[in-house]
């Protein structure tokens, strides 16, 4: 194969590795940022339920004022019962401590569903916690991974870039200069392999003429559709075993 070919072939590849190491590194600021939504999320599901616990205490408070009032009121009532004078008063005032109590059962049969509320809200809060536990473990240990991932990116990117130093520095400045050109017109892919008579990148047939000297290998051959440079890769049939003598 022609030197400069077999050249432009690695660091075809390295350019690729490169790529998709940058593509990489580029989505790990976009992969922690959905490890802190999850852990934002659970966040917010925990602050919920507090809010709704402290909603259920201030109506709580506001029950209990009012059950207070109401006791206090039939105490009232009944402390003058005792003082009535008349039937009548006594039917007025029997008619009162009975609203009272009516009330007083309405108050306590109030509080009493906020309470039986406290504890559902304490296992939801107990339950949210846990999850919120959970998860922030979980992505911490993501979150590591992804800092050991970027790290061995990085280590990727400047192993590739002195390789890719490297190989440059072995091909003639005319081929190099060709494998940037056509790179920067075709998203960074400056060669394509020819297959059954055909350029695999743009999928366009060659002329028999040209592929068949693209299949020698020996010089820099570009496809007449989308300007890649073309490389045959041969394929190795494997040899029969010899038959063992009898």
Same mark, same amino acid.
């Given at each position: +194969?022609?030197?400069?070919?077999?050249?432009?072939?690695?660091?075809?590849?390295?350019?690729?590795? =490169?790529?998709?190491?940058?593509?990489?590194?580029?989505?790990? %600021?976009?992969?922690?940022? &959905?490890?802190? *939504?999850?852990?934002?999320?659970?966040?917010?599901?925990?602050?919920? $339920? /507090?809010?709704?616990?402290?909603?259920?205490? =201030?109506?709580?408070? !506001?029950?209990?004022?009012?059950?207070? &009032?109401?006791?206090?009121?039939?105490?009232?009532?009944?402390?003058?019962?005792?003082?009535?004078?008349?039937?009548?008063?006594?039917?007025? +005032?029997?008619?009162?401590?009975?609203?009272?109590?009516?009330?007083?059962?309405?108050?306590?049969?109030?509080?009493?569903?906020?309470?039986?509320?406290? !504890?559902?809200?304490?296992?939801?809060?107990? *339950?949210?916690? =846990?999850?919120?536990?959970?998860?922030?473990?979980? $992505?911490?240990?993501?979150?590591? /991974?992804?800092?050991?991932?970027?790290?061995? +990116?990085?280590?990727?990117?400047?192993?590739?870039?002195?390789?890719?130093?490297? $190989?440059?520095?072995?091909?003639? %400045?005319?081929?190099? *200069?060709?494998?940037?050109?056509?790179?920067?017109?075709?998203?960074?892919?400056?060669?394509?392999?020819?297959?059954?008579?055909?350029?695999?990148?743009?999928? $366009?047939?060659?002329? %028999?003429?040209?592929?068949?000297?693209?299949?020698?290998?020996?010089?820099?051959?570009?496809?007449?559709?989308?300007?890649?440079?073309?490389?045959?890769?041969?394929?190795?049939?494997?040899? %029969?075993?010899?038959?063992? =003598?009898?």
């Amino acid at each position: +194969m022609h030197s400069d070919l077999q050249h432009l072939i690695h660091l075809q590849d390295l350019e690729l590795i =490169a790529e998709r190491v940058r593509q990489r590194v580029t989505d790990l %600021p976009l992969a922690q940022a &959905a490890l802190e *939504a999850r852990v934002s999320e659970r966040t917010a599901a925990v602050e919920a $339920v /507090k809010g709704r616990i402290g909603a259920n205490q =201030a109506a709580r408070r !506001d029950i209990e004022k009012d059950l207070a &009032a109401v006791q206090a009121r039939l105490s009232k009532y009944k402390d003058q019962l005792m003082e009535v004078k008349t039937n009548k008063e006594y039917q007025a +005032m029997q008619t009162e401590i009975g609203v009272a109590e009516q009330n007083v059962r309405a108050q306590e049969d109030r509080l009493l569903e906020r309470m039986v509320e406290t !504890d559902t809200l304490s296992a939801e809060l107990k *339950a949210a916690e =846990a999850a919120l536990k959970a998860e922030q473990a979980d $992505v911490a240990s993501e979150k590591e /991974k992804l800092e050991q991932e970027c790290t061995a +990116m990085e280590q990727e990117l400047q192993r590739t870039t002195a390789e890719r130093k490297s $190989v440059s520095s072995q091909l003639s %400045p005319a081929a190099l *200069a060709l494998f940037d050109h056509v790179s920067k017109h075709r998203k960074g892919v400056a060669l394509s392999e020819a297959r059954d008579g055909h350029c695999t990148q743009c999928h $366009v047939r060659l002329r %028999p003429q040209v592929f068949n000297e693209v299949r020698r290998n020996d010089g820099l051959i570009q496809c007449e559709s989308c300007s890649r440079i073309l490389y045959f890769a041969a394929t190795t049939t494997p040899t %029969p075993a010899a038959p063992h =003598a009898s």
